[in-house]
């Protein structure tokens, strides 16, 4: 059995060694790990103490089970220790020359405009990977914990507990299928990892590499040292649960659909009375084409001045990105009012095909106008005189911003019978008021118009955090 055990160390160290392609895969921290405990199992000598090969086999069974917790329905897995389906999420999320190449390879999947070195390479490093990932690691743990009893007597508690985790290794082994079924698909057991490279690549260009097949919304962190950083919660609001304003929605999803289709799209600005649902509506129509590569970039305006970055970012990615500003005001024509301003009237930094801005705002008029910046009567007479026509010039720049996106759609605050639907519609759509009698709608309809004039007005965040409080339960406010 020590034999075995080391050559299958050592092998297993020179596959992980020479990985070319997906190189990352290495410099995780479960296989860092796994690494660190394969060179003390393969030394000829024993370890220096029983206490480093204690503490190796420790740190990477930490590991496994950390890398579990991240792959996706993990936190529903009833027994965690499963390296083999460990090892192939890591390599699915995998962010490489070769995935790059998928996610932005035209058709369905074939590789006749793949670099042959690319695939010869990536065949290579999925059979190591398929390798890695079938080592028996049950079979390890049992072996560190008879190299310990034997080797160093007076730690016989502990290698026990180490073959107690090997046995959890073993009992979680029998647990695989079904659990990640695509893992499952994508890298099946006892097979080669390189016979499925056409379905693997297949699947990155339809849900893209790396974390943009992982996640749906994204926000610029700055560059060069985040970049796009995921959004582990995002609004999960739909376009199902929204009331009201049924054309406003009809224009942006008509103009996403174009821009997923690769027809020509406009930048949007929605504009209107705050609580509108101008935020969620991008937010539910992102969500509702994740699946087919739309992802949404939340860009703070703070950081607009790094536009030119961000779209060199995403122009050679294959999926589609909405790049969403929220709340847009300027309060003077600063530096992030120019790079906006450039990108959406075309400036040298052209808007690569790959991406659309979706902008919403409380103002018509995006930069704040101040009394001093409006020309009087006697700067008029003076421009007139002279001929300096700069403040005039001045005031038409601020004003038309908001007239470079190519559609502005507009979310005015509803009327009461609109905004009483809107209600009606969430309370009903949450099952918190379904077939009830006519007059307990009755007492809803009029709480609901006192509680807008007690609070934040008609709109239909409003009618949300009224109808939070019925789900609630108990009296109101003003009881």
């Not at 995780?28 to 790990?33: E, G, K």
Request: net charge negative; glycine share 8%; aromatic share 12%.
């Amino acid at each position: 059995m020590k034999v075995r055990m080391i050559e299958a160390a050592e092998t297993a160290l020179a596959d992980i060694a020479g990985l070319v392609l997906f190189a990352n895969v290495r410099d995780q921290p479960l296989m860092r790990a796994f690494k660190e405990l394969l060179e003390q199992v393969a030394s000829k000598g024993p370890p220096a103490s029983g206490l480093s090969l204690v503490r190796s086999w420790a740190s990477f069974m930490a590991s496994l089970v950390e890398t579990e917790l991240s792959c996706g329905e993990a936190a529903a897995h009833p027994g965690y220790g499963n390296f083999y389906h460990a090892l192939a999420w890591m390599t699915l999320r995998d962010d490489n020359l070769f995935t790059r190449t998928a996610e932005v390879h035209p058709g369905t999947g074939g590789f006749d405009r793949f670099p042959q070195v690319l695939l010869t390479l990536a065949q290579i490093d999925l059979s190591r990977l398929g390798r890695i990932a079938a080592f028996d690691i049950p079979g390890l743990g049992f072996y560190v914990g008879a190299f310990l009893r034997e080797g160093f007597p007076f730690l016989d508690k502990p290698a026990h507990a180490i073959e107690e985790e090997a046995r959890l290794l073993w009992a979680a082994e029998g647990k695989r299928a079904g659990v990640y079924p695509i893992l499952d698909s994508l890298f099946p057991e006892h097979t080669d990892w390189a016979a499925g490279l056409v379905n693997f690549a297949g699947y990155i260009q339809r849900v893209g590499a790396g974390t943009l097949g992982l996640y749906r919304s994204f926000r610029w962190a700055g560059f060069p040292e985040m970049g796009l950083k995921p959004v582990l919660n995002p609004d999960p609001v739909q376009l199902s649960s929204l009331a009201g304003y049924e054309e406003q929605r009809s224009v942006v999803i008509a103009n996403t659909l174009r821009f997923l289709e690769g027809k020509p799209a406009n930048n949007l600005l929605l504009y209107g009375d705050r609580g509108t649902g101008k935020s969620a509506t991008v937010k539910a129509v992102c969500n509702e084409y994740a699946h087919r590569g739309l992802r949404l970039l939340e860009v703070p305006k703070g950081k607009l001045v790094q536009l030119p970055e961000i779209l060199e970012t995403l122009r050679f990615r294959g999926l589609r990105f909405i790049i969403f500003i929220d709340d847009l005001s300027f309060e003077k024509a600063d530096d992030s009012f120019t790079a906006l301003k450039m990108l959406l009237e075309g400036g040298i930094e052209v808007r690569p095909s790959q991406a659309v801005i979706y902008a919403t705002s409380n103002r018509r008029h995006l930069v704040k106008e101040y009394a001093a910046d409006r020309p009087t009567t006697a700067m008029a007479a003076d421009a007139l005189a002279t001929g300096d026509m700069r403040a005039f010039d001045t005031m038409q720049e601020q004003f038309s911003l908001a007239d470079r996106f190519g559609l502005t759609v507009v979310f005015a605050a509803p009327g009461q019978e609109e905004f009483l639907r809107i209600a009606e519609f969430i309370a009903r759509d949450r099952g918190i008021i379904t077939d009830a009698p006519q007059e307990v709608w009755k007492t809803f309809r009029e709480n609901a118009l006192r509680w807008e004039r007690w609070f934040n007005g008609r709109s239909p965040r409003t009618a949300v955090q009224y109808v939070d409080w019925v789900a609630g339960g108990g009296g109101f406010p003003w009881d």
